[in-house]
């Protein structure tokens, strides 16, 4: 096995692990999601009756943690297939822009984004995905 396949297997493997983080931190805004549906459910939790806040601001919250949520988990969905996608030597660009978007999850995902574009940059790369027999270990 030489460097640049060596290179790709291991980017693959961090491509999952990325994910899982990526996938953990969207769960983050489920504080904002059970707060949301608290606030359209049971607004008196906040305050007497005439002071609870409008079920406008419940709904808010509920559709923000939502989008949230699940663009991150979309996010943590492209990283799995990129990485599979590494592993097998599959759709160059799309692993391309996958790592240039990846350099937006700061730290994990700039680092991984940047030594991606770094690996898929190099002459000797390209070639890889070209062939039709993925490595052994991608099977």
């Known amino acids: 096995m030489n460097q640049d396949e060596e290179h790709l297997r291991l980017l693959s493997i961090f491509y999952y692990v990325c994910a899982g983080f990526a996938a953990l ?23 007497p009756a005439n002071g609870a ?10 559709v923000f943690a939502l989008l949230t949520i699940l663009a991150g988990w979309a996010f943590a969905g492209l990283l799995v297939y990129a990485g599979r996608c590494l592993g097998q030597r599959k759709h160059y660009t799309f692993c391309l822009v996958v790592a240039a978007i990846a350099c937006l999850f700061m730290p994990f995902g700039t680092i991984l984004g940047i030594f991606t574009i770094i690996v898929l ?17 991608a099977q």
């Open 25 to 47: 931190f969207a769960c983050l805004p489920i504080i904002h999601l059970i707060m949301g549906i608290v606030l359209l459910f049971h607004p008196e939790s906040f305050g």
């Open 53 to 62: 806040p409008p079920a406008f601001f419940g709904i808010f919250f509920i």
């Open 121 to 137: 940059v190099r002459p000797t790369v390209k070639p890889l995905f070209k062939t039709a027999i993925p490595p052994a270990y």
